[in-house]
């Protein structure tokens, strides 16, 4: 028989990511609402959790022998149903420091990434730009070799974590390639300010790099190979964000059901109504067509992350998508009462928008789900 359960050891991480949301539940609307500082109580909270131990190595304090794109995806979809900061904190521990693990050296990887497991400090991605987001090869930052070390010029824009992270890893131009280095957050001429606040806020700010000097100690893989960090990166933890889509989808429903049952209009429940029966049906098959998708591209993303790219961009893409289509049926079910400001529905219903846009847009995806389909085509694959 095919067994299409979790395992109980993922039920069991996805158990204790619920419960660690249930812990600051109390300050979710405070934090979720925070853009530029983190909520000293959830970060707290993910600290004594031990949760964070899921986004590094064994060897460095992790709880699986390799970060497991599934343990990862459950836990998320544990967290984000309730706060988007805690999720949020949670997944870029895993985002900012895979540089490290992937390509790090046995001293960088020893100094950072226990820390980043106990969540002591916290780690930032600085991919993006002002004038590049999902062209990455347009972007200007640029990585030069001296004689003092690394020098590091740019800006990155919207990147999360900015301001309160101990470190960056940095996606340069260098000579014909593109490198990326580690740059502690206390590096002289690297500053932050807020970036504009976004329709569902998050901790997100601009980092200036001016003439920043580090170590050649501090490059993070081979001169010029940049992008297969970054790709390493996206292979486990795009997947991730897919997880975390279906946790708020399951409580948008949750919230528009429990609505739906206790409300009564033309003298029965809104739920036996037909057209609210409909929205309500409707959202729940997204769902769990979202859920087993996602379920299944994580768990080939534990073995070759990489070859599980395409399926983990088709999960990300479709989750992503099906929230943002079931958050929406439940505002309706809802009527009037889905549109009161920092109500849960409606903090989901904006937590939903961007899932669509970072990491992967939609758009941006489906050109990399055709590609890879049409390769294995001519490959004779399928």
Not at 234 to 244: N, Q
Request: charge should be negative; hydrophobic fraction near 45%.
């Amino acid at each position: 028989m095919i067994e299409f359960e979790l395992p109980e050891r993922y039920v069991a991480i996805r158990d204790e990511a619920r419960a660690l949301a249930g812990r600051i539940a109390h300050v979710a609307v405070e934090a979720d609402a925070m853009s530029d500082a983190v909520h000293p109580e959830v970060l707290a909270a993910l600290r004594d959790s031990g949760l964070a131990d899921l986004v590094v190595p064994g060897a460095h304090g992790g709880r699986f022998d390799d970060v497991d794109p599934l343990a990862v995806c459950v836990a998320r979809e544990g967290m984000m149903g309730t706060s988007a900061h805690l999720d949020s904190l949670f997944a870029l521990q895993g985002i900012g420091s895979y540089a490290i693990t992937r390509g790090g050296t046995p001293d960088q990887q020893a100094h950072w990434l226990p820390r980043v497991g106990r969540a002591e400090v916290l780690a930032a991605l600085a991919l993006t730009e002002p004038v590049a987001g999902s062209d990455l090869k347009s972007l200007t930052t640029t990585i030069e070799r001296t004689a003092d070390g690394l020098v590091v010029r740019g800006e990155k824009a919207f990147i999360s974590n900015a301001g309160h992270a101990a470190f960056y890893t940095v996606l340069g131009r260098e000579g014909d390639g593109w490198s990326v280095v580690l740059v502690p957050a206390d590096a002289a001429g690297l500053s932050t300010e807020p970036s504009p606040e976004i329709i569902a806020p998050h901790v997100l700010g601009s980092v200036v790099l001016d003439d920043v000097v580090v170590d050649e100690s501090h490059r993070l893989g081979e001169p010029g190979r940049g992008f297969d960090l970054v790709l390493s990166t996206l292979a486990v933890f795009r997947v991730s964000v897919a997880g975390a889509a279906i946790g708020l989808a399951e409580a948008a429903l949750a919230e528009a059901t429990r609505h739906a049952t206790e409300r009564e209009q033309f003298g029965r429940p809104l739920a036996r109504l037909g057209a609210v029966a409909a929205l309500l049906a409707d959202s729940w098959t997204d769902l769990e067509q979202a859920r087993l998708l996602t379920y299944r591209s994580a768990a080939r993303a534990r073995t070759d992350p990489l070859a599980a790219l395409p399926h983990s961009s088709m999960a990300k893409l479709a989750a992503s998508e099906a929230a943002g289509r079931i958050v929406d049926r439940c505002v309706q079910v809802m009527g009037r009462w889905g549109l009161i400001r920092d109500s849960t529905i409606e903090r989901l219903y904006r937590a939903a928008r961007p899932m669509r846009v970072y990491e992967g847009a939609s758009e941006v995806l489906r050109l990399g789900i055709a590609k890879a389909l049409t390769d294995e085509h001519a490959a004779g694959v399928r």
